[in-house]
């Protein structure tokens, strides 16, 4: 009966979620009762989803397959962690969490929103409310997770070998928190558009909500990447698959949000950049959720898609993309701009990393679309692959990182360029003189490598200068410049953090790019191989047994710099589905990791081994997860802070 | 029933909260639009205060800072109209409140399926079910057959079944009305020897070897039943015609078939003796009993087989020492006779011999 429960909770939450929205979106402005009604609804839907999403877990975990979803992509040998991961690891129990997540963040914005004024709240709660109404409408009547069999069978399919994994645990939840967050972003973006004003409790509430979310899709983002780097086995860490362009677009438009939503709050200007980037964010979200599911698109996320299914998750994207951007169009020109500034000052500087990133987004949109376009208006099939991405987003992105270190530096309002490439200097010798260092050590050749390290500890200094100079280290005794970054507000530190994080990931992916070794070759029992200077050893190979699949263990030694070291990585078939999958094996050094691949067997009893050294692999990662601890620091300092213009000429102040 | 009972009551106590929370009290006119401003614009006054009492910020900056504030907080002054809303609309409440609750039954009643109980897998007998199954199956096919006793085609289903279900006589019924009903082939002869031959409990001697041989007139090439007839023959002692007959069906296949290796075995075993010369054992020594043993263990593995050579399998391999593969073969019989009434004398010897039923 809990399964009919559960269905019947989701059902009832969809009910409050549309009412809800027609309610909010016809009664914002007549009555207050309406805005306590939403509040509890909100509660109430986020309650009732949470039951739906138990249940749903519950019938997986005990292997109920009168589930359909459950005989679908569970089986009863699965380990408990994996029959748990099977519920969001397909099309339907997956918008259950995306939806549950929206409800969270519902819950949310109606706990924490009490002291919002009444009409805002009432039209953020509908924009949720209209929000989870379709896709929940979306998710019964063409994706119902809650199904049924009857008779039901004794044993279920299995979940995709590929998915089972820890990955699946963290990876998506992740996603959809950062996805979904900016939804939050959104709503507050059409509820200013719709009443018209720009309140000031907007600018506050919008930053903490896309830190946030952008936190959680940066480590989803890095999640991902690592997940297919160790588990689809050729030791690639992106792909510019269409999905993860679909996951990287909301991150960068995402970025430009966070730092627009910085200068909104602290210095009331660019409001409706904000708004349009909030838009913007959000819809790429949608489509980063849905484009994978609607059929247009395949890659390794592609769930079955029937075509009704396609085109309602179109008509959706349409009417809430376009139905945002529209009103856009006409209410925007009526909102009021807020500060000025000179073009050279810190909200320039912002101004101009935003027009970088959106660039960026864009050039990645046309990239993923652009086939699709192609194919449906001239029949000609194109792939555009990482040559493309690679040079167009280097491109653009590699001024963005020159100038990145600046931006800090600059005074709110009015900055001084010259003096702050002056305080700059340090950090660009010591850029200079690291890069110069490590390739020489390397014995590199002339090649961009050597540049885009130096892009990379250009940029990673940069923040550490931010610091060294606000303590006034240099300026001022060593006491008293120590007192004064121990003084320093939370959100320095983060900003430096973020920026020294973006400095780390550029080394990593430059580093682990030029330098990486690959050696792929066939080994006896018995035999060692060089990569590099570790000498790999394959002692043997094993036939394993695990829960639910056989496994052939290759048993290695590695003996280098590192010590000795035993690596197993596996070829797995499951039982079930009879799939075969690959674990590679990885051993980190330092920050650079050993990738070890068992291939098939050779027809004179040898093995085909890959291996791969890459030198400085997990900066690329821990680059990202130094982003979003950042952010997360930056969300503990909830002080409001004013930027104060360092310097006020009489021409300034009359140009207000 | 008792589900619509729970999705009422979750419906009622979710709409009775909407209700109270939208019209059962009154409402708190605080959070009006401008207060919130002004406590914003405070905030942030008392902000840059804390950075210029700090010293992270100059007198002028601040004083600027401030002035700065101070204009915005006069231009919003005179743009925010306060109009507090109307307090009214419990009308609107109590119909919200009243379409959730219709749209959702309304919906659940449209998708949901209230006749189902969940069925965790542990509350589930999973041999009986598959039993059932069976059973039921085997139920509808005899009452049509009842009606009508011509039906060539159920006959042919349901032999197959009573011989899962280890109804040997009713098999044997069934495919004496197979023969009856069509002219006979090699096959259906030879389906109702091998269903004689269970019934007897494994014996080939007499009615089954008939229909073995007749079976082999009707198509020479035929391999099932001259497997049979070869080996009724090697049992018996009539090893010149076994050695003729082994011979003529090897002739027959490529040698890699699942059964060339038992007809190898018997093939060797006929002829040596035979061979007055060589030593030739009146009864099989230990490597052949082996070989036809692991013989029997590939064919069953491959092809399957009763559950009689299944449980013949298992006490070989007991009998053999080798307890690994009696565990091997008990499970593979296990899965192969889910119902756990056919395997009562397997079930028996595994658990005398402490065999694991997983």
Known sequence: MSIELGHFALILAVAIAAVSAVAGLAGWNRSERIALLMRQGAILQFLLVAAAFGALIQAFVTSDFSLKLAYEHSHSLQPLLFKITSVWGNHEGSMVLWIMILVLM???????????????????????????????????FTSNPFLRLSPAPIEGQELNPILQDIGLAIHPPLLYTGYVGFSVCFSFAIAALISGRIDAAWARWVRPWTLLSWCFLTLGIAMGSYWAYYELGWGGWWFWDPVENASFMPWLAGTALLHSALVMEKRNALKIWTIFLAIITFSLSLLGTFMVRSGILTSVHSFASDPTRGLVILVLLALFIGGAFALFAFRAPALR???????????????????????????????????????????????????????????????????????????????????????????AGAAVFA???????????????????????WVAFGAIAELVDRAGFGRMGIGQSVRRLVGLPRTSFSTALAHFGVGMSVIGIVAATAWQAELVTTMQPGESQTIGDHMVTLNGVDNLQGENFAAETGRFTVAGSGGTRQMMPERRVYEASGMPTTEAAIETYGFSQLYLQLGEASADGGRVVRVWYKPYVTLIWLGAVAMALAGFLSLTDRRLRVGAPRRVTAQAAAAE | MTIWLFALLLTAIACATLYYAGAGRTVNATAGTADAVAEHFRAQLRAIEMDAAAGRLGTIEATSAKGELAREVMRLKDETSDARPVTGGKAAIVAAVGLVAALAV??????????????????????????????????????????????????????????????????VRALRRVNELAPPTADTQTDLGEALMMANGGS?????????????????????????????????????????????????????????????????????????????????????????????????????????EWTRLVRSRMVEGRMDDAQAAYDAARKAYPDAKLRTELDVLAADNGLVAK
């Open chain 1, 106 to 140: 519902g819950a949310a914005v109606s706990v924490f929103g009490r002291n919002l004024p009444r009409q805002l709240l009432t039209l953020v709660l509908a924009m949720q409310s209209l929000l989870v109404a379709a896709f929940g409408g979306f998710t019964l």
């Open chain 1, 337 to 427: 701009a807020g500060g000025l500034f000179a073009p050279i000052s810190r909200e320039g500087a912002l101004i101009l990393n935003n027009l970088f990133l959106a660039t960026a987004a864009a050039a990645v949109l046309t990239g993923t679309l652009y086939p699709l376009l192609l194919e449906a208006t001239t029949g000609k099939t194109i792939s555009v692959g990482a040559p493309f991405f690679s040079l167009t987003f280097g491109a653009i992105m590699a001024p963005l990182l020159v100038v990145l270190p600046f931006g800090p530096f600059m005074a709110w309002k009015r900055g001084d360029l010259i003096a702050v490439t002056q305080r700059l200097a340090g950090a």
């Open chain 1, 435 to 457: 890069a110069v260092l490590i390739v020489a050590l390397t014995g590199g050749s002339i090649s961009l490598a050597p540049l885009g390290l130096l892009l990379g500890f």
């Open chain 2, 106 to 171: 309304g919906t659940y009643a449209y998708l949901g399926r209230p006749d189902l109980p969940a069925l965790p897998l542990a509350s589930r007998d999973v041999a009986t079910e598959n039993g059932l199954d069976l059973n039921a199956a085997i139920k509808t096919i005899e009452t049509r057959l009842a009606q009508t006793p011509d039906d060539l085609r159920g006959w042919q289903v349901i032999a197959p079944a009573y011989i899962q279900l280890g109804r040997y006589t009713d098999a």
């Open chain 2, 204 to 308: 080939v001697a007499g009615e089954p070897l008939e229909l073995f041989r007749k079976a082999a007139v009707l198509d020479p090439k035929h391999i099932r039943s001259r497997y049979y007839i070869a080996g009724e023959e090697t049992r018996a002692g009539d090893y010149v015609a076994a050695v003729r007959d082994w011979n003529a069906l090897l002739a027959l296949g490529k040698g890699d078939e699942p059964w060339a290796v038992t007809a190898k075995q018997g093939l060797a075993f006929a002829e040596a003796a035979l061979d007055p010369g060589a030593a030739a054992p009146a009864e099989p020594d230990a490597a052949q009993i082996a070989a036809m043993v692991d013989g029997l263990d590939a064919r069953l593995k491959s092809e399957g087989g009763s559950i009689e």
